[in-house]
């Protein structure tokens, strides 16, 4: 009986932390960068960190782990995010979201998106 309480404690413990990580926000497309760059009213945010890519032209690039210190120099309006992977892409995009950011599409470099399909339940 003590074994399962004490697992069921932990679980309500890691839970919430589990579900930011892991669990995907719903209802944003996913969507190639090259589609977006001709948008002007789009702005291009790249979380990846900087050791892994050179980053796109005209881009903002603020990588998760600096996000909260410079979340101010993201300029208003509709965003694309561009992520390395699914975790990443899930921090930064609950995130951004709870700052008041509108998140308007996505792309993660390790998976490439499909023509008009929601990828991986975003």
């Given at each position: 009986m003590f074994q399962i309480i004490t697992l069921t404690t932990i679980f309500v413990l890691l839970a919430p932390a589990l579900y930011r990580r892991y669990y995907p926000v719903r209802n944003i497309p996913c969507q190639n960068t090259a589609d977006i760059r001709g948008n002007s009213g789009i702005t291009i945010l790249d979380i990846r960190d900087y050791n892994e890519t050179p980053g796109y032209p005209g881009a903002?690039?603020?990588?998760?782990?600096?996000?909260?210190?410079?979340?101010?120099?993201?300029?208003?309006?509709?965003?694309?995010?561009?992520?390395?992977?699914?975790?990443?892409?899930?921090?930064?995009?609950?995130?951004?979201?709870?700052?008041?950011?509108?998140?308007?599409?996505?792309?993660?470099?390790?998976?490439?998106?499909?023509?008009?399909?929601?990828?991986?339940?975003?």
């Amino acid at each position: 009986m003590f074994q399962i309480i004490t697992l069921t404690t932990i679980f309500v413990l890691l839970a919430p932390a589990l579900y930011r990580r892991y669990y995907p926000v719903r209802n944003i497309p996913c969507q190639n960068t090259a589609d977006i760059r001709g948008n002007s009213g789009i702005t291009i945010l790249d979380i990846r960190d900087y050791n892994e890519t050179p980053g796109y032209p005209g881009a903002t690039n603020i990588p998760y782990a600096y996000m909260k210190r410079y979340s101010r120099d993201i300029a208003p309006g509709k965003l694309h995010v561009v992520a390395s992977n699914r975790l990443e892409l899930n921090l930064g995009v609950r995130y951004l979201l709870s700052k008041g950011f509108t998140i308007s599409s996505y792309e993660i470099t390790e998976c490439p998106c499909k023509k008009g399909v929601l990828n991986h339940g975003m």
